[in-house]
């Protein structure tokens, strides 16, 4: 398994999402990406992570971004987590875990005997496919950056 860098083509993906339709990277070119891999749905940080996503989503509108977020959960799972967190971006489900593997971000061993957990990861990708930003967390406990992550989707043109 290669380990992606800033600079590298993101990955393409085509993943289900919580409402049932699949949705493919490709159809984001021309767009900024803000692509977040959280562990599991209904947890503590990952309610905490996607909720201030929702909170700022005007945020990442007014710099033309859009906000996907991955999990492994079962796009039925994410569809609930979805509408009770009154979610504003799309929600996939990789529950066969190969999007989380191309981005280099899956548990092995997560914990409690639970395998393939997607990592907390942040990748924001330009209107070009090509990956500006990445960060990869080894603790589920960490947020990213989002500092950071804002400043790069500013400066993209």
Same mark, same amino acid.
């Given at each position: 398994?290669?380990?992606?860098?800033?600079?590298?083509?993101?990955?393409?993906?085509?993943?289900?999402?919580?409402?049932?339709?699949?949705?493919?990277?490709?159809?984001?070119?021309?767009?900024?990406?803000?692509?977040?891999?959280?562990?599991?749905?209904?947890?503590?940080?990952? &309610?905490? %992570?996607?909720?201030?996503?929702?909170?700022?989503?005007?945020?990442?509108?007014?710099?033309?971004? %859009?906000?996907?977020?991955?999990?492994?959960?079962?796009?039925? &799972?994410?569809?609930?987590?979805?509408?009770?967190?009154?979610?504003?971006?799309?929600?996939?489900?990789?529950?066969?875990?190969? &999007?989380?593997?191309?981005?280099?971000?899956?548990?092995?061993?997560?914990?409690?005997?639970?395998?393939?957990?997607?990592?907390?990861?942040?990748?924001?990708?330009?209107?070009?496919?090509?990956?500006?930003? %990445?960060?990869?967390? %080894?603790?589920?406990?960490?947020?990213?950056?989002?500092?950071?992550?804002?400043?790069?989707?500013?400066?993209?043109?």
């Amino acid at each position: 398994m290669s380990i992606l860098r800033i600079g590298d083509k993101a990955p393409g993906f085509k993943l289900p999402s919580s409402e049932k339709n699949m949705v493919e990277l490709q159809s984001f070119h021309g767009k900024k990406v803000l692509l977040l891999f959280f562990p599991m749905a209904f947890s503590g940080v990952c &309610t905490k %992570e996607l909720c201030m996503m929702r909170d700022a989503i005007s945020d990442y509108s007014n710099v033309d971004a %859009e906000v996907l977020a991955i999990s492994v959960d079962s796009y039925f &799972t994410l569809a609930k987590f979805k509408e009770l967190n009154n979610l504003p971006f799309t929600v996939l489900s990789d529950f066969n875990k190969d &999007t989380s593997r191309a981005y280099d971000c899956l548990h092995e061993e997560f914990g409690l005997g639970l395998r393939g957990v997607s990592k907390r990861s942040a990748f924001v990708i330009d209107r070009e496919g090509i990956i500006c930003y %990445e960060e990869i967390l %080894e603790n589920p406990g960490d947020l990213p950056n989002f500092e950071s992550i804002n400043k790069i989707l500013v400066t993209i043109k």
